[in-house]
């Protein structure tokens, strides 16, 4: 009878290891509930405004910078357990060299720089902001046009915000303004009359009107307090985002900005509980970019990226797609049969014998693209090479998942139900090096049947 089993490469010693001990990291992320609603992205762009001068690319410093009250850019990725050598350190100069160079011409090879931004980008670079909107068709291939797309985006951005985040009141003083304006010609007419403001029933706070901005505005504010209670959630370890700082304070506004415009552009989808996780790596990567005007317009590049990185999970976040072939379950199963695939007896154990259901751990591992199930510093190099991917993110970051559970497979073998979904949920500190490098190897070498 023909079985299939692991294939021989994964059976090396190097895959092995003595299973570190639990971490703080696990109470830290616990599973998280996830809401869902319906429909797709719908996200409209206003005609931009006259493009100001923006700044370019400037070689990074030598040093991160250590200005108050701006937090040390490097802190919160010093403490990476991945285990890097000096002979990896030396690998990482030389592929930062190379990057830089890339990043240099006047006409970007996006080809040479996805190959190299899926090995990892260098800390050190301190071009992971640049590359990240590169990768995300933010910025164009030719450096040319960086100027006049980044102003474009930009102002569009501030637009949006002009438009959506305004309070009903100022949108009513306005259209008072307006009006009174308008009143003037008429008073020489009727100079012994006086005038009085005249509101109409949409512009009432008590109307019901569906065209109402009270109306609206009324039920925005649900969502508005539930962007607000996450993102006051986000990563509470790292100062970036949590703390009375003053710098962490700008960082939630900024946050809650970009999630509301979202919202009030997607009526669709509006906001998904957990898409501040996501949110969360790329605005800390532009944030925390070398060039300081770049880092000033963080948040409108991190808007559009966010956009554009969604757009290839929308159906994740629609709760009547679930069962669809684009919904969230197929995508589980497509990990289930990649699994099958490449280590049948891993698979039949959990599945089959220990009936642990992948969506009891894979529905978070796949909605917030493993930004949970790691160290930040270490999800931040996962990310370089989800976004590497040209056929989008998700093909990776399945085999990222599968990877995930052949790394750890001893452990699942030996294990029952409770502790393998315990570990599944709570997922070891791991080579990330190592992760990626299985990873890519279930897509350059296919499953073998062995008799």
Excluded at 96 to 114: D, F, P, T, W
Aim: net charge negative.
């Amino acid at each position: 009878m023909v079985k299939k089993r692991v294939p021989d490469w994964l059976n090396s010693s190097l895959w092995s290891s003595t299973p570190p001990p639990d971490d703080d990291r696990f109470n830290r992320y616990a599973s998280k509930s996830t809401t869902t609603t319906t429909s797709k992205f719908t996200t409209t762009y206003a005609a931009a405004e006259p493009p100001v001068e923006p700044p370019v690319l400037v070689p990074p410093p030598a040093v991160a910078r250590q200005e108050p009250p701006k937090p040390e850019v490097r802190d919160p990725l010093s403490n990476n357990d991945n285990g890097s050598s000096a002979t990896s350190s030396a690998e990482e100069i030389s592929r930062q060299a190379q990057l830089l160079q890339e990043l240099s011409r006047k006409v970007i090879n996006m080809g040479e720089l996805r190959r190299l931004a899926s090995q990892g980008i260098p800390d050190g670079a301190a071009i992971r902001s640049t590359v990240w909107k590169l990768l995300l068709g933010y910025l164009p291939s030719d450096r040319g046009l960086w100027s006049s797309e980044l102003a474009k985006k930009r102002s569009q951005y501030k637009h949006f915000k002009e438009e959506l985040l305004m309070n009903p009141t100022e949108i009513t003083r306005r259209l008072e303004k307006s009006a009174s304006l308008e009143n003037e010609e008429s008073k020489s007419e009727c100079s012994g009359l006086l005038s009085r403001s005249e509101i109409t029933h949409g512009e009432h706070p008590l109307s019901l009107g569906k065209t109402s901005i009270w109306n609206q505005f009324f039920q925005d504010t649900e969502i508005i307090e539930q962007i607000d209670r996450d993102v006051k959630r986000t990563h509470p370890d790292l100062n970036f985002f949590s703390g009375d700082s003053q710098f962490a304070k700008s960082n939630q506004e900024a946050l809650k900005n970009i999630l509301t415009v979202f919202a009030k552009l997607n009526p669709g989808i509006r906001y998904v509980q957990g898409m501040n996780e996501i949110l969360a790596p790329l605005f800390y990567v532009f944030r925390n970019d070398p060039n300081e005007e770049h880092a000033a317009f963080a948040e409108a590049d991190t808007f559009f990226c966010f956009v554009e990185v969604l757009s290839g999970f929308r159906d994740h976040f629609c709760q009547q797609l679930d069962n669809s072939v684009v919904g969230i379950r197929s995508t589980i199963t497509k990990l289930s049969q990649l699994l099958k695939e490449h280590d049948e007896e891993l698979w039949r154990h959990l599945e089959v014998t220990t009936k642990v259901n992948p969506q009891f751990y894979a529905f978070r591992w796949i909605t917030l693209l493993l930004s949970q199930e790691f160290n930040f510093a270490d999800s931040l190099l996962i990310w370089d090479t989800l976004l590497s991917d040209p056929e989008g993110p998700q093909e990776t970051l399945l085999r990222i998942c599968c990877a995930m559970l052949i790394l750890v497979r001893r452990r699942l073998l030996a294990g029952d139900f409770t502790s393998n979904l315990k570990l599944l949920q709570n997922y070891p500190p791991t080579n990330i090096s190592h992760l990626l490098y299985v990873a890519n190897k279930l897509c350059t070498q296919p499953a073998r049947q062995i008799l």
